[in-house]
């Protein structure tokens, strides 16, 4: 386990019972407000797993939060990609128009991830694929849809923190700031982290790429860079970036192995559909953190079948499934 230094003096603020009754109250809110303030339907998404990142268990130093048998391994790849434009295949079927979108809860296992603070071997997120045409305006239409998701947040924050007496920490206001003006190498993205950590403060961070900046499937970011004090530490809770068309894609295609095969996938799925998107990725479980001023993701998921999580849970004395 990694990153608990600043757990020693936390007291969880809320009951095992108040935690998962809270959590599901944002979830829904959450739900709820986006359906009536972005156009979008919810669906139901395919179940999915991770590709694994590592050829074998000990390239992690042991750290691996789970072990898995490779014999599936090309198959589980395969769906993986696929699933990033699953959204955009169905659109059509849906007849979802412009300035419309559809969203689902993706509750997935990641293979590799290494368990701290704000990762274990499960993400779970809310995904939405919102419908924009212009391609000129997407830019200021991500930036307006970041701000109007960030209302939302005040708002839920506003009702959890009511009902179960939390203090309200999202700022009212909230500025932007573009990394390269920050930093000169966007490689060296921790150098931020650090400094919002830093600074113990929350703002919209925009990462507009150049165009002999190989990012396969976007040309833009703007995430939400949120500061939690219970772990002195930062962390991304809303991420908003364009999906390349089909065409958009073909000049990266031969720059590596990897967008070889990835153009294959997109080819195979997209089928030329003249459709132009936007993702939206929000983390349920490190909005709730923030919110409900919880110092480790593993108190709002089940862990009482693990050993390791049962040991440290109990050295701190924290309630959890």
């Keep these: 386990m990694e990153n608990n230094k600043f757990l020693k003096k936390y007291i969880p603020v809320l009951t095992m019972r108040e935690t ?44 691996r939060s789970i072990n898995f048998d490779s014999s599936n391994n090309n198959n589980i790849y395969y769906i993986f990609n696929r699933y990033k434009y699953w959204f955009i295949n169905i659109m059509k079927d849906l007849d979802v128009k412009n300035n419309n979108g559809v969203m689902s809860i993706i509750n997935y296992v990641e293979r ?77 993205i921790e150098e931020v982290k650090s400094m919002v950590a830093s600074e113990k403060s929350m703002y919209f961070l925009i990462n507009k790429l150049s165009s002999n900046e190989i990012r396969f499937d976007h040309n833009f970011e703007i995430t939400l860079e949120s500061y939690l004090k219970e772990i002195d530490s930062s962390f991304s809770i809303l991420t908003i970036k364009d999906r390349k068309t089909l065409e958009d894609l073909k000049p990266f295609v031969y720059k590596t192995d990897r967008t070889v095969e990835e153009y294959r996938f997109a080819k195979e799925i997209l089928d030329n559909k003249d459709i132009r998107t936007l993702n939206i990725t929000i983390d349920i479980d490190l909005l709730a953190m923030v919110i409900l ?24 004395n924290i309630n959890h499934l």
């Design 293 to 316: 001023k919880k110092a480790h993701i593993l108190e709002l998921q089940s862990g009482r079948n693990s050993k390791e999580i049962e040991k440290f849970f109990n050295t701190f």
């Design 112 to 188: 590799d991830n290494v368990i701290s603070n704000i990762k274990s071997m499960e993400e779970n997120t809310l995904q939405i694929e919102y419908r924009f045409d212009i391609k000129d305006e997407i830019f200021k239409k991500s930036k307006d849809l970041a701000e109007k998701i960030y209302e939302i947040f005040l708002k839920i924050e506003k009702i959890i923190s009511n009902k179960y007496k939390l203090e309200e920490t999202f700022p009212k206001k909230i500025s932007s700031k573009e990394l390269k003006k920050i930093i000169k190498n966007p490689a060296h």
């Design 20 to 63: 998962q009754e809270a959590q599901e109250l944002i979830v829904n809110l959450l739900k709820e407000e986006l359906i009536n303030n972005l156009n979008v339907i919810l669906v139901r998404s395919p179940r999915i797993s991770s590709k694994r990142q590592y050829a074998n268990f000990s390239s992690l130093d042991g750290k």
